[in-house]
């Protein structure tokens, strides 16, 4: 089993920065995906941004050029730099992890992220 466990969430002004930590832990050898999703009220969640083994890439239109994914590999940690935040961007943040390629994902609770004046 992984276990997943984010941080960083809080309440910030529109324009402000917030950096989001996930840590993995328990039974792992390796990691080959890395991925912060988000969710808001009502809405499905989405994939923000994601990183693999291969460190490719991937981030979602609304979010590229303010969000910057980083990994930290021999700690299984994965950050969420998140600069010049929307109110749009308020929801829950999770960090999904993969150990495999086909592999099953494991996801943390969540951390809130509240951009509102």
């Known amino acids: 089993q992984v276990q997943v466990v984010e941080s960083g969430g809080g309440l910030v002004q529109p324009g402000g920065s917030l950096r989001l930590s996930c840590v993995a832990s328990g039974s792992i050898s390796s990691i080959y995906l890395m991925a912060w999703y988000r969710q808001a009220p009502g809405k499905q969640r989405e994939l923000v941004a994601r990183t693999t083994t291969f460190r490719a890439e991937f981030y979602a239109p609304s979010v590229r050029g303010r969000f910057t994914i980083s990994r930290d590999a021999a700690n299984n940690a994965l950050y969420l730099q998140m600069n010049n935040l929307r109110p749009e961007d308020t929801a829950v943040y999770f960090c999904?992890?993969?150990?495999?390629?086909?592999?099953?994902?494991?996801r943390g609770q969540g951390t809130q992220v509240t951009v509102s004046l």
């Open positions: 999904n992890v993969r150990r495999e390629e086909q592999g099953s994902d494991y």
